[in-house]
């Protein structure tokens, strides 16, 4: 027949000095029923403090973050323990689980910063990799436009209509070379006094004297 003990609430102090409460639980049946009662007076009172040091002294062996994310090999180890001592009595301990561990409100904030800068190293990560990929699909792009000048105009003008359609105003800064490169412009010279008509000063007449 199969019993179990569980424990509440117990404190416990890991390895790198965090406090926390555990819960864990037992599960044993008894083998040799004449050498375990006559060793033991209460079997369950017994057991109880047995996992109650058991707990105690494998969780102060590891680290509050390795007893976290190890809870089925911790727990494992508690079941070693626990077997070891109960067998003189008759009594086989076939599994042992950690059910609980509270995590200590200093912790939670630690391990709520901490998650907070490794989601802001990886968007920076993937932003760098944006970067890296933009900038060669641009080289990329330059290499093939370079050897044809009209298609690096046509694709100029390209670029010109879309921020114009974007954005009301635009100032770009663009080498004059690229500019002057296929479009000349006319010479737009022209003498401003070519139409303008040359007078020299008139004779006014002069008036008569009056009769």
């Known amino acids: 027949m199969n ?3 569980l424990v509440c609430g117990l404190q416990v102090v890991t390895k790198d000095l965090v406090c926390t409460d555990v819960s864990a639980v037992c599960y044993y049946r008894i083998e040799n029923v004449f050498v375990c009662y006559s060793s033991l007076a209460g079997v369950p009172t017994v057991l109880q403090a047995l996992l109650q040091v058991s707990v105690r002294e494998v969780l102060a062996q590891h680290t509050f973050t390795h007893i976290l994310q190890n809870r089925s090999s911790v727990a494992q180890e508690i079941q070693v323990v626990l077997d070891s001592i109960a067998g003189r009595w008759g009594i086989k301990v076939e ?3 950690i059910e609980d ?5 200093e912790l939670q904030q630690n391990f709520a910063v901490e998650a907070e800068a490794k989601r802001q190293a990886q ?10 990929a933009a900038c060669e699909a641009l080289k990329a792009s330059t290499d093939s436009l370079s050897d044809s000048p009209l298609a690096m105009q046509l694709r100029l003008l390209q670029l010109l209509h879309t921020l114009r359609s974007d954005q009301p105003a635009v100032v770009l800064n663009l080498p004059s070379d690229l500019l002057i490169q296929t479009v000349q412009l006319p010479d737009t010279a022209s003498s401003t006094n070519q139409n303008q008509p040359t007078g020299g ?7 008569s004297p009056m009769m």
């Open 3 to 5: 019993f179990s003990q």
């Open 95 to 97: 599994r042992a689980e």
């Open 101 to 105: 561990v509270r995590l200590p409100p």
């Open 123 to 132: 968007i920076r990560v993937i932003a760098a990799e944006g970067e890296k």
């Open 201 to 207: 000063s008139t004779e006014t007449a002069k008036d």
